[in-house]
Nanobody
């Protein structure tokens, strides 16, 4: 079992930055890929970014590539999402997930956090 807790969400103006954190506990987190997904009201949960257990491989949604950076610190059992040049359309609840590989679909991830709200004002 892996327990995930997100933090770092909040309200920011368009063009601003936020850094989300996902702290893991339980099984060895470095054995799992870490992913970030987001869900806006009335919409499906969408893939944002993923990072392999080693941190060497990453995967990004085209909508965030060049603006968001995913990273991890396995000594701290934490995955991060650095979000820059934020847009109002980035507003959503952001979820952290752990899975076997850096998949872009939610059904590939076994463990999920409760989510953190990110709101970008125009």
């Amino acid at each position: 079992q892996v327990h995930l807790v997100e933090s770092g969400g909040g309200l920011v103006q368009a063009g601003g930055s936020l850094r989300l954190s996902c702290a893991a506990s339980g099984r060895t987190f470095s054995n799992y890929a870490g992913g970030w997904f987001r869900q806006a009201p009335g919409k499906e949960r969408d893939f944002v970014a993923a990072i392999s257990g080693s941190g060497y491989n990453t995967n990004y949604a085209s909508s965030v590539k060049g603006r968001f950076t995913i990273s991890r610190d396995n000594a701290k059992n934490t995955v991060y999402l650095e979000m820059n040049s934020l847009k109002p359309e980035d507003t959503a609840v952001y979820y952290c997930a752990a899975g076997a590989w850096i998949a872009g679909t939610s059904n590939e991830y076994r463990y999920w956090g409760q989510g953190t709200q990110v709101t970008v004002s125009s």
